[in-house]
């Protein structure tokens, strides 16, 4: 699994990029910043990015640049930095198209139920990064990684997003971390998107970026195996979840100290 590849150090490892694949250009620009962090750092580092966003407010939300084209883009990354790619599938019939081009495949939260969508994506014999239903205990998501290693796949990931908490707010439950950690999988923390604030009455999803840091941090000292964060050269017009996004200027910063909490805990 990945925390145990060009890992010396024993950190933690990164998923990180931005939301969506907005185009090329930008793509790579973020990726190679964040491989020139996680390298100088000694972190494992995966690149994110979703190729289509199908879980959006509105019908005019921004979706994606094409299947096909953002795929091309994670296989680009991947082929010019030597990193793995992560992305998300949304239907059974999509994942033995995005495993042409990525080494994981994520589960959306929503649909991490979905019995279909999770036997497919197993049969690639791709990595499977699950997120946790925000409707759900973490002891409930054993069920979901036995349907991935019950159809032939024993290489599951699982992601905490936070839970729902009132209509527009989500919360983490630091102690779900060990309790997932107790079926044998690596447990990741996704820290943006725990930070957001869905379900607004504008139709577009909030968050609280500046807690972040806050949220990072407090992942890394119960013990994380890996950390999800989205990031993107200028948040405020990133075509999706800018809301709950980290600046990439900040990001060296936070994990450097993100680095020195796993060495006070090791």
Do not use: W
Not at 193 to 210: A, E, F, I, R, Y
């Amino acid at each position: 699994m990945i925390e145990l590849k060009n890992n010396p150090a024993g950190n933690f490892f990164l998923l990180a990029g931005p939301c969506v694949i907005e185009g090329e250009e930008m793509a790579m620009r973020i990726a190679e910043r964040v491989v020139t962090i996680t390298d100088k750092l000694q972190i494992p580092y995966v690149f994110k990015g979703s190729y289509r966003k199908a879980n959006r407010s509105r019908l005019d939300s921004f979706m994606g640049i094409g299947d096909e084209k953002a795929l091309k883009i994670l296989k680009k990354v991947h082929d010019t930095f030597g990193v793995p790619t992560v992305t998300d599938i949304h239907a059974a019939e999509e994942a033995t198209m995005a495993a042409q081009y990525v080494d994981i495949l994520q589960i959306p939260a929503f649909l991490c139920r979905q019995t279909d969508l999770l036997v497919a994506a197993a049969k690639t014999g791709k990595i499977i990064n699950i997120k946790k239903g925000q409707f759900l205990s973490p002891l409930a998501m054993r069920f979901a990684a036995d349907k991935v290693v019950e159809a032939g796949n024993k290489n599951v990931m699982i992601t905490e997003r936070g839970t729902t908490f009132g209509y527009q707010d989500l919360v983490v439950d630091y102690r779900g971390i060990p309790e997932m950690q107790t079926f044998g999988f690596p447990v990741i923390l996704d820290v943006t998107h725990s930070l957001q604030q869905p379900n607004q009455t504008s139709g577009v999803t909030g968050g609280m970026p500046q807690l972040i840091e806050t949220v990072a941090k407090a992942g890394i000292a119960v013990g994380a195996d890996g950390l999800f964060i989205e990031t993107h050269e200028n948040p405020a017009v990133a075509k999706s979840d800018g809301a709950n996004m980290l600046k990439l200027d900040l990001l060296e910063n936070l994990l450097t100290k993100l680095v020195r909490i796993r060495e006070a805990i090791k």
